[in-house]
């Protein structure tokens, strides 16, 4: 089935170390996204990928990095210089500009 | 930059009532979608919908580009339907700004 998939579901991280979230999907889609979602607020973009070797921050970009080397793969990695982190991150993907966006499941991040 | 602003911000209705959620936004947008969040954090796109109205099922939306708002319309509301509604604006190129959303409960 094509989709969105994400990984781990839950990520616990202990202060100062760096994890990464991925973010696969096998709908042939160009432009990929990742959102943070703090409890009872809307969904913030942290960086977004229109093509392969290109992304652009969002407007919480401070303490994650991404890279998209292939078309399908776009991880967030999550940086010690994050100070807050704990959060519910959903990655997205949409075809090409002017086409919707889907959504995967989610991975719930928390500090030890 | 822009801002993107849902009402109500929580609503409760009994099965089989009907409903309309608001999305106001404070300049031209690209486009505009509807998304229902699960209570188990899903996401499911609803309807992308940068002018007009669309309708699915028992749910319909209408965005008015010039006036800068969209309304969501829930009909015969059923406890499935609970969760977080959200208005999400595409602004030049990918950038997606989202609302904080509606908190919709649905009585039995």
Not at chain 1, 14 to 36: F, I, P
Not at chain 1, 62 to 72: A, C, L, T
Not at chain 2, 2 to 9: G, K, T
Request: charged content about 15%.
């Amino acid at each position: 089935d094509g989709g969105i998939t994400q990984s781990p579901k839950y990520l616990f991280r202990k202060e100062g170390q760096n994890v990464t979230l991925s973010c696969e999907q096998n709908l042939n889609h160009d432009a990929m996204y990742w959102y943070r979602q703090d409890p009872g607020q809307g969904l913030r973009l942290i960086y977004y990928s229109q093509i392969v070797n290109d992304f652009q921050k969002g407007d919480i970009a401070e303490g994650y990095s991404v890279s998209r080397e292939k078309k399908e793969s776009f991880p967030l990695t999550v940086t010690s210089a994050q100070k807050n982190p704990t959060a519910f991150y959903l990655c997205a993907s949409s075809g090409q500009i002017n086409q919707p966006q889907h959504f995967g499941d989610g991975t719930r991040l928390s500090i030890l | 930059g822009i801002q993107v602003e849902q009402s109500p911000p929580d609503l409760i209705l009994q099965e089989g009532a009907n409903s309309t959620l608001r999305c106001n936004f404070s300049d031209s947008v690209n486009n505009l979608q509807w998304f229902h969040q699960n209570p188990w954090g899903q996401l499911i796109n609803l309807f992308y919908i940068p002018s007009g109205t669309k309708q699915n099922g028992r749910l319909s939306a209408t965005t008015v580009a010039t006036e800068r708002y969209s309304l969501l319309y829930i009909s015969s509301s059923q406890t499935t339907d609970s969760g977080v509604y959200f208005c999400a604006v595409e602004t030049g190129g990918f950038k997606t700004i989202f609302g904080a959303g509606t908190r919709l409960f649905v009585k039995a």
